[in-house]
């Protein structure tokens, strides 16, 4: 008989004893479930974020998923001319990996020290917003969000 939760083998009253066998069905029972458990933690491993726009941009971004938890790390080097203020693409997220509403965070212009602010559209999409950049700037910034 399997317990009711996670189906774990436990003999029934009149099944006959048998203790070697009902033992090694349990632990690879529980071992079944502690691997399913380590890999729904250990989640996702990093992954480069695709969609990156705009010539002259260095897109070293990634993203990951871990325990229902979405990490997006945006990273973006200017290494054309400076440019006008204007939206910036830094990638896209793929389904499964985008929140159920635009979320915000904050980057930093790594020169100057600036603040930036991006967003991440429920299509995915990671924008720098309203940003002017100039050359060699470095953009870097973390995000978490839950899916």
Not at 123 to 143: H, S
């Amino acid at each position: 008989m399997p317990t009711a939760t996670y189906g774990f083998p436990f003999p029934a009253p009149a099944d006959p004893p048998n203790g070697p066998v009902q033992f090694e069905e349990l632990a690879k029972s529980v071992e079944d479930e502690i691997v399913r458990i380590d890999n729904e933690l250990a989640g996702s491993s990093w992954t480069a974020l695709a969609g990156g726009e705009g010539g002259g941009w260095d897109h070293n971004s990634d993203y990951r998923k871990r325990a229902g938890v979405v990490t997006v790390q945006v990273d973006v080097q200017r290494t054309g001319a400076d440019t006008s203020v204007g939206n910036l693409v830094f990638g896209v997220l793929p389904s499964g990996f985008r929140p159920s509403r635009t979320v915000f965070g904050t980057c930093m212009n790594q020169q100057s020290g600036q603040v930036i602010l991006f967003q991440i559209e429920t299509d995915g999409t990671v924008t720098g917003v309203q940003r002017q950049a100039d050359t060699n700037e470095r953009i870097r910034g973390l995000i978490n969000f839950p899916v």
